[in-house]
């Protein structure tokens, strides 16, 4: 998958693709739905498939100092859609004169004169240009000018509830990891690099994976059953493991990280790209006083985790 980053230096063999739109934070379901769409006017068409979106994400370009809100990063975001078959990733700047053109500036200027694009598909509630003035009948109305075509995909719902990438956040947030694979289509996982921690679950028999959540949204902090991908290294392949998120109330942790403890595992995973998919939320965070007790409710949590990784 080629990754364009400007859309005003677009080579001959990047342009003329079917361009999904959107930030697909997640790549949940209601984004999904857009990419079939595309993918099939692209093969009606015999175009590449492609897939415009936005970095840093607007919403952390307006307001910097927002909570963590991001399902993903965009190295993992990048990742799913390469699996999902896509062609050309046109992951724009979103810089202030990008976020100041007016909706035909946009669709002039970076649809139809940067990227060329043959054909644009988006969802229902889809706005763009500045201020978020464009609406999905302006994209139509450019598009017949400008000499692309527009398809829009219908919002999803799943249980009565609209799938989208904030009612996903509310069940992680809930602790409720398989309602929001329900609406994502496949487990929320958490992408990165191993980094180096304190080596206290060395100590304890439970050498861990550690990982920055940096800009990620925060699920409920608590121990997790989960399923472990390592992407790079020598020891790539897949796991199983038990995971604890959030600050490590025992040792007075300061900052939410993700450590994973991989069953069955001996080996150095530092620097290594994994990827951890939330299952089953097991439990809250607890202080303990006594390391005897923090020792023996890992090891129950081990055991139900297996008990339930091993259903699957």
């Known amino acids: 998958m080629k990754i364009v980053r400007d859309y005003q230096f677009v080579s001959e063999a990047e342009?003329?693709?079917?361009?999904?739109?959107?930030?697909?934070?997640?790549?949940?379901?209601?984004?999904?739905?857009?990419?079939?769409?595309?993918?099939?006017?692209?093969q009606r068409l015999s175009a590449p498939l492609g897939v415009m979106t936005f970095e840093p994400h607007p919403r952390?370009?307006?307001?910097?100092?927002?909570?963590?809100?991001?399902?993903?990063?965009?190295?993992?975001?990048?990742?799913?859609?390469?699996?999902?078959g896509v062609d050309v990733l046109y992951e724009l700047s979103f810089t202030s004169a990008l976020a100041a053109l007016s909706p035909e500036e946009f669709a002039k200027g970076v649809l139809s004169d940067g990227l060329g694009a043959r054909h644009v598909v988006v969802g229902a509630d889809f706005h763009f240009g500045a201020?978020?003035?464009?609406?999905?009948?302006?994209?139509?109305?450019?598009?017949?000018s400008e000499g692309f075509?527009?398809?829009?995909?219908?919002?999803?719902?799943?249980?009565?509830?609209e799938v989208s990438s904030t009612a996903i956040r509310k069940a992680l947030s809930d602790g409720l990891p398989r309602d929001a694979a329900a609406m994502l289509g496949h487990w929320h996982r958490i992408e990165g690099t191993v980094i180096r921690g304190d080596q206290r679950g060395?100590?304890?028999?439970?050498?861990?994976?550690?990982?920055?959540?940096?800009?990620?949204?925060?699920?409920?902090?608590?121990?997790?059953?989960?399923?472990?991908?390592?992407?790079?290294?020598?020891?790539?392949?897949?796991?199983?493991?038990?995971?604890?998120?959030?600050l490590r109330p025992t040792f007075g942790g300061q900052e939410p990280n993700l450590e994973t403890y991989l069953f069955?595992?001996?080996?150095?995973?530092?620097?290594?790209?994994?990827?951890?998919?939330?299952?089953?939320?097991?439990?809250?965070?607890?202080?303990?006083?006594?390391?005897?007790?923090?020792?023996?409710?890992?090891?129950?949590?081990?055991?139900?985790?297996?008990?339930?990784?091993?259903?699957?």
Do not use: W
């Open 202 to 246: 060395r100590d304890l028999g439970f050498p861990t994976a550690n990982m920055a959540l940096t800009d990620l949204h925060r699920p409920r902090f608590g121990v997790y059953a989960v399923l472990v991908d390592v992407l790079t290294g020598p020891h790539a392949g897949s796991y199983h493991g038990a995971a604890s998120l959030g």
């Open 131 to 144: 201020k978020r003035a464009g609406k999905v009948e302006d994209l139509q109305k450019y598009g017949e």
């Open 264 to 312: 069955d595992f001996r080996g150095d995973l530092y620097g290594s790209q994994i990827s951890v998919g939330l299952v089953d939320f097991l439990r809250p965070e607890e202080k303990f006083t006594d390391i005897n007790a923090l020792i023996e409710q890992m090891d129950r949590d081990c055991l139900q985790a297996r008990d339930i990784l091993g259903t699957l």
């Open 15 to 42: 342009r003329g693709a079917v361009v999904a739109i959107g930030n697909f934070d997640g790549i949940h379901l209601g984004h999904q739905a857009v990419l079939d769409i595309a993918r099939a006017e692209a």
């Open 60 to 84: 952390q370009f307006f307001a910097p100092d927002a909570p963590p809100f991001r399902l993903t990063n965009a190295a993992a975001r990048a990742h799913r859609l390469e699996k999902l």
């Open 149 to 161: 075509g527009t398809s829009v995909a219908q919002l999803l719902e799943r249980k009565g509830l």
